[in-house]
Structure formats: C-alpha cells, structure tokens
C-alpha cells in the first residue's frame, strides 16, 4: 500500500479533515445516537438503581445504532455526504449486528483478562467486524474473517488509533460511574465543571475524531485488499546460477 510507513498518521490527519468538514453534519448524528442509544439506558439504569437492567436496552438498541454510526461515518468519508439513514440501518441485519458487537467486545475482553497482548491483538484483527456486518453483509462468522484478512499486516499501523481510543476513556471517562457491586451496580454522577467540560468535547468532537480516522483506515484497507484478491502476488522464483 502507499505510503505504508506513515499510514497511522494519514489516516488520523484524514479524519481530523473529514471531521472538521463535516462537522455540521456529524454533530447531529452524535446527538442522536447520545439521546437514542445512551440516555434511555441511563435513565434504566437510575430508575431500577441497578445497571443490567439496561443491559438489554444496549444491547438491543444501541449495539445496532452503534453499527450503524458506524455505516454513517463510512458513508460519509466515501461520498462526503451524510445520510442520516444510515444510522438505523444496523437493524437491518439486527440478529448480527447484535452478536457482532456482542461477541467482539466479550473476545477483547478474554484476551485482556488472559494476557494484555492476546487482547490488543484479537481486538486489532476483529476492529472491523462491527463495519463489514452492515456494509459488506459479511454474517456473524464472515465479519470476524473479513475483518482478520483485512487488517493482516496492518495491526501495527492501526495500534496509534486503538491507543488514542483507550487514552481517551482513560483521560475522559465521562460524566457517569458504576458503584457497588458487580452483581448490583448503582449509577453515580460526577458533575465537576471539567469532567463535564471533557465529556462534551469527547462525545462530540473526540470521539468522531477518531470515528472518522477509523472510516478512512477501514475504506483504505478494503481497496487495498480488494486490489490484492483481483491481483494476488505471484513469489519470484529462485534464481539458479
């Protein structure tokens, strides 16, 4: 691929330039998906005093909003027009896009709670499972292998992304905390002016930031392996003096 050596930081720079372009559009999206898929669990969560009660509400409806922000952010670096349709679509293969996102987090998780590097690279080969269900109709088993031939020698130059990612729920982990038990976790709030500063810019600028760098890292490595399965490298034979 082009410019192989410096792929992380296009892609970054890319989704930085995409963001800021589109950023009128992107905004709303974000205030959907925030109003749609993450204030109803909240208020779940508060009203019961206890967060798996909203477990179901995330996973049914916000697991396939999340795959389809992430169709919405594909869309809109593809073509540079958003389609607010998009958004919804990740109903439209709901059994999928429900064990998807379900069984790529339960993975990295496992590979986390066994040892930090299965984790990282588990979570490197599959980060694009939860975009091939919708976009390229991959099924459950397709998505995870499409997604693991996409990424096969590219994990490197997609590790900056998943750190920036963590750092950013390091650094800003918003506005909401679990307490108690694991069996009975309450919802607590921390409403200091920086906290909730930082999780504005995070829900709304960061985070998209990144959405959009991750649009263009999946569009790239979709050509690039597109381009590979129609003209596959033939290995050079040996030379015999």
């Known amino acids: 691929m082009k410019d192989d050596g410096i792929l992380s930081y296009i892609w970054l720079k890319d989704g930085w330039n995409s963001l800021l372009d589109n950023l009128r559009y992107v905004l709303p999206a974000a205030l959907a998906f925030e109003v749609i898929g993450a204030l109803p669990s909240l208020l779940i969560w508060k009203h019961f005093d206890n967060r798996w009660y ?21 869309n809109l670096a593809r073509k540079g027009r958003p389609d607010y349709g998009d958004i ?18 339960l993975i990295v998780t496992a590979g986390i709670l066994m040892l930090v590097l299965p984790g990282v690279i588990w979570g490197l080969a599959y980060i694009f499972s939860q975009y091939s269900v919708l976009d390229r109709k991959t ?56 906290v909730i500063t930082a999780f504005v810019l995070k829900t ?37 003096q």
């Open 204 to 240: 709304f600028i960061f985070t998209p930031w990144l959405d959009m760098a991750a649009a263009h890292a999946y569009i790239a490595l979709v050509k690039h392996h597109d381009r590979e399965s129609l003209h596959p490298k033939i290995p050079e034979l040996p030379q015999w």
């Open 54 to 74: 909203a477990v179901p509400w995330e996973l049914l409806v916000a697991a396939p909003l999340g795959v389809g922000m992430n169709l919405f952010f594909v």
């Open 139 to 194: 099924g459950l088993k397709g998505s995870f292998v499409y997604s693991s031939a996409i990424t096969y020698g590219f994990k490197e130059k997609l590790l900056p992304l998943a750190a920036l990612w963590l750092m950013l729920e390091v650094l800003a982990p918003g506005v909401v905390k679990a307490e108690g038990t694991m069996l009975h976790m309450k919802l607590a709030l921390d409403l200091k002016p920086w």
């Open 88 to 105: 919804f679509r990740g109903f439209r293969v709901f059994p999928q896009a429900v064990v998807v996102s379900l069984a790529y987090g």
